[in-house]
């Protein structure tokens, strides 16, 4: 079953800061979540970024902190790391995408077309975002915003 949730003031907690997890938490940003971003290095593409920045590590981090999050998104490049990190937080109750296992979620994040008054989400349910992407493009040129 898919579902749309409203993410605004949602507690996020993005565990990551790879091209795939600059991706969720600018996302995340933009539908008004409360975004903390765990990662090794300070990325520099987040300074002037509504979000808080904790350099250290996500796995530990996340096992300590879950609770203070509504959502949370293991976007590491070790598919280990991430299994765990959304294996914890789906046992404490709380929505998890795993970017590298979709069998890991219970949260997807959809490809999305956005006219204002009409939203289309596309998804193949984690299993191939890239097939998602591709179904974008083919129906943000098919519809016009006008049409709309």
Do not use: Q, W
């Amino acid at each position: 079953m898919l579902f749309y949730i409203v993410t605004e003031d949602l507690r996020a907690l993005v565990v990551g800061s790879g091209n795939v997890g600059r991706r969720k938490i600018f996302k995340l940003i933009e539908g008004g979540a409360d975004v903390t971003v765990v990662t090794r290095e300070e990325p520099k593409l987040f300074i002037g970024k509504k979000l808080k920045v904790v350099i250290g590590d996500g796995l530990e981090y996340a096992a300590e902190n879950i609770d203070d999050f509504d959502l949370i998104v293991a976007a590491t490049n070790d598919a280990t790391i991430n299994s765990k990190i959304s294996a914890l937080a789906r046992k404490k109750g709380k929505l998890a995408n795993s970017v590298t296992s979709p069998d890991d979620c219970n949260l997807i994040f959809p490809a999305v077309i956005d006219y204002g008054k009409f939203m289309l989400g596309i998804t193949t349910g984690g299993r191939d975002p890239t097939l998602s992407k591709k179904v974008k493009k083919i129906l943000h040129k098919a519809l016009r915003k006008e049409d709309f």
